[in-house]
């Protein structure tokens, strides 16, 4: 039997159980170019659910949530999802049922997604089963178990997303993201999620083209969540769902450690401007807003340059920079103060007690990418410069 009609994946899944057919049904997303999954069944039983694209992304994601303890062997080599998973077993000193669980959870997620599709091009063939069969539970029941994530998926598929389209901001709408972002600041939903990452690594991410599944992956979410938060921002135009194409693997690295920046200043909005900047740059920002704490955490951390406000309830930034370049292990780093004010008085205390360099406030990107190059290479002895 071959179907190759528009129709819906649910009611096509319930008449091959009716007619206790065994094979596999494969179900193309009309709305993601690239994407579909393939559905194995005997009858009423799922022997096991997977993409036809992206096996990957998606095992990388679903594993790293469901087992976080484990480790996963690579998947460079990955062919056939079901050996993959039997020959990772058999290196493991775990019991048969906890593989069993595992398949089973790969599965259900992919068979959700199959049937939150509405209507799609399918293609059935007979006789066809994965090697080895792990698992043969009722796939209703276990449609049953995840409604909820059907109707989620459902959902955000209005936006044309599904777990493999790939998200895009465009450098064009990122002042709209950035609005986007004032815009939600203390809210629960900052709170909840897009608090986690700062703006500058959320701007990254988004130019990465990362589909939902890695973007899930990156900041330890589930793909139907990340999917629900940013449906809004796909329908408003600023960002883009892109299909999904698998891209060509680049040569693996060691990550190699980000040159950090500290950041000592009292006003959120200079600490954003500073972590928007500075880590497309690709540095490591650690922001301190209250100066009291600063010694502690700046001995930990071991910046290459201090950037340090004035003008600070407590201690103001004259004492502060006294006091770091008093500190056996701070006192080499080098020290860019930044204030308001422009005077020759000002800047003459602020040699006084040891800084490099001296930014007026408001100062333009370019301007604090400059000062910090410039003190990185070589930390600076005395003089403020210009």
Not at 98 to 109: G, I, P
Not at 278 to 292: F, H
Request: proline share 8%; glycine share 6%; aromatic share 8%.
């Amino acid at each position: 039997m071959v179907m190759k009609t528009v129709a819906s994946p649910y009611k096509a899944l319930r008449e091959l159980a009716a007619r206790d057919l065994t094979g596999s049904l494969t179900i193309y997303d009309p709305q993601v170019e690239g994407a579909g999954w393939c559905v194995y069944l005997g009858g009423q039983r799922l022997y096991y659910a997977s993409s036809i694209a992206g096996q990957r992304e998606r095992l990388t994601s679903i594993l790293s949530r469901l087992r976080p303890d484990l480790e996963w062997p690579s998947l460079g080599a990955l062919e056939s999802e079901p050996a993959w998973l039997r020959e990772w077993w058999q290196r493991q000193a775990l019991p048969l049922g906890e593989l069993r669980q595992v398949v089973t959870r790969l599965s259900q997620e992919a068979l959700v997604q199959a049937v939150a599709i509405p209507k799609a091009p399918m293609h059935f063939q007979r006789n066809v089963q994965p090697d080895p069969i792990l698992i043969t539970p009722p796939w209703q029941d276990l449609l049953a178990a995840v409604r909820q994530q059907v109707y989620g998926w459902q959902l955000v598929r209005g936006q044309g997303l599904s777990p493999l389209s790939r998200l895009y901001l465009d450098m064009g709408q990122v002042g709209a993201f950035c609005d986007f972002w004032e815009q939600i600041q203390g809210t629960p939903e900052y709170e909840k999620f897009w608090g986690r990452q700062t703006l500058a690594t959320w701007i990254q991410m988004f130019g990465q083209k990362l589909c939902v599944y890695e973007f899930a992956s990156r900041v330890r979410v589930a793909p139907l969540e990340l999917a629900t938060r940013v449906r809004g921002l796909v329908g408003a135009g600023t960002l883009v769902s892109l299909p999904f194409a698998a891209p060509v693997a680049a040569p693996e690295h060691p990550p190699q450690p980000k040159p950090v920046i500290a950041c000592i200043d009292d006003s959120k909005a200079v600490q954003r401007q500073v972590q928007m900047t500075l880590e497309l740059e690709g540095y490591d920002i650690v922001a301190i807003t209250e100066p009291a704490r600063a010694l502690t955490t700046l001995v930990r951390r071991r910046p290459e340059v201090i950037l340090l406000d004035i003008n600070m309830p407590d201690i103001d930034g004259y004492e502060l920079c006294r006091m770091l370049r008093q500190s056996r292990q701070l006192q080499d780093v080098p020290i860019v103060m930044l204030t308001g004010r422009d005077g020759l008085i000002d800047r003459l205390r602020a040699q006084l007690v040891g800084a490099n360099s001296y930014l007026t406030k408001p100062f333009a990107p370019e301007q604090l990418t400059q000062a910090v190059q410039k003190l990185r290479p070589s930390p600076s002895a005395n003089g403020i410069s210009s």
